[in-house]
C-alpha cells in the first residue's frame, strides 16, 4: 500500500518569499512522485514528477522538487512566490502494483500576501 | 491541442437517482481515469480504462461503474445516490499504460445529492 503526507493544510506566503511545501510518502516498492496543482473551480494541472534518475526535478512555473529516498520525502519549493502561486497543491504517489492508481496527499492550499 | 473535457459541469440529483459523467480524453490517450475529490475526503482514486477494459478499480462500492468506448472516452454511472456521493469527480487521460505516463486532468463534475 502506498500513502502519502502532505504537512500543513494551509500555507501563507510573502510575495517574494521562498515558496516550500512539504510531501513524505510511505511506498513499499520504488515510488513515481508528482506534484499537481489545482486553481479555484480547475481540474488537476502536473507541475513536475519523478519517476527515475536525477533526484532533483524541475517544473513548471518555477517550481522544483527534490526525491529523497532516505527521508522519504519529495519537498516542492519556488524561489519566491507570485500572487499566481494562490492554489492548492497536491503530492501523488504511485508505483509498480499500484496499477495506474494515484495516491494523493491531502493538499496544501497556498495564499501569497502582497 | 483540446484538453481532457467532461459533462456536465454541474449535476443535481436526489437521492436514489441515478448520474451520468461523460469524459472524452486528449486525442491519442488510450487511458481513462476517474477520481472523487469529496470534502475532507480528498482525492480518492475510482477506476481505471484502458482499450475498453477495466484495469483497475479503487475501494468503492459497485454502485460506481462505468465504461470505455472504441473511442476511448468514458462514462461513469452512479446508481442508487446517497448524500455522500456529492462531490467533484474528475476524468484524467495518458497516454498509454505505463507509470510514467502523465495523468491529465479535466475540469471535472461537481455532483451534488439533495
Known amino acids: 500500500a502506498q500513502s502519502v503526507t502532505q504537512l500543513g493544510s494551509h500555507v501563507s506566503v510573502s510575495e517574494g518569499a521562498l515558496v516550500l511545501l512539504r510531501c513524505n510518502y510511505s511506498?513499499?516498492?520504488?515510488?513515481?512522485l508528482f506534484w499537481y496543482v489545482q486553481y479555484p473551480n480547475q481540474g488537476l494541472q502536473l507541475l513536475l514528477k519523478?519517476?527515475?534518475?536525477?533526484?532533483l526535478v524541475k517544473g513548471i512555473n518555477g517550481f522544483e522538487a527534490e526525491f529523497k529516498k532516505s527521508e522519504t520525502s519529495f519537498h516542492l519549493t519556488k524561489p519566491s512566490a507570485h500572487m499566481s502561486d494562490a492554489a492548492e497543491y497536491f503530492c501523488a504517489v504511485t508505483g509498480k502494483a499500484a496499477g495506474n492508481k494515484l495516491t494523493f496527499g491531502g493538499g496544501t492550499r497556498v495564499l501569497v500576501k502582497p | 491541442e483540446a484538453g481532457v473535457t467532461q459533462s456536465p459541469t454541474h449535476l443535481i440529483k436526489t437521492r436514489g437517482q441515478q448520474a451520468t459523467l461523460r469524459c472524452s480524453p486528449i486525442?491519442?490517450?488510450?487511458?481513462v481515469y476517474w477520481y472523487q475529490q469529496a470534502l475532507g475526503l480528498g482525492l480518492q482514486f475510482l477506476l481505471w480504462?484502458?482499450?475498453?477494459?477495466?484495469?483497475n478499480r479503487g475501494n468503492f462500492p459497485p454502485r460506481f461503474s462505468g465504461r470505455q468506448f472504441p473511442n476511448y472516452s468514458s462514462e461513469l454511472n452512479v446508481n442508487a445516490l446517497e448524500l455522500e456521493d456529492s462531490a467533484l469527480y474528475l476524468c484524467a487521460s495518458s497516454m498509454g499504460q505505463r507509470l510514467t505516463d502523465t495523468q491529465y486532468f479535466g475540469p471535472g463534475t461537481r455532483l451534488t445529492v439533495l
Open positions: 519523478y519517476t527515475t534518475g536525477a533526484t
Open positions: 480504462y484502458d482499450e475498453g477494459e477495466e484495469r
Open positions: 486525442s491519442g490517450h488510450t487511458s
Open positions: 511506498s513499499s516498492v520504488p515510488p513515481y
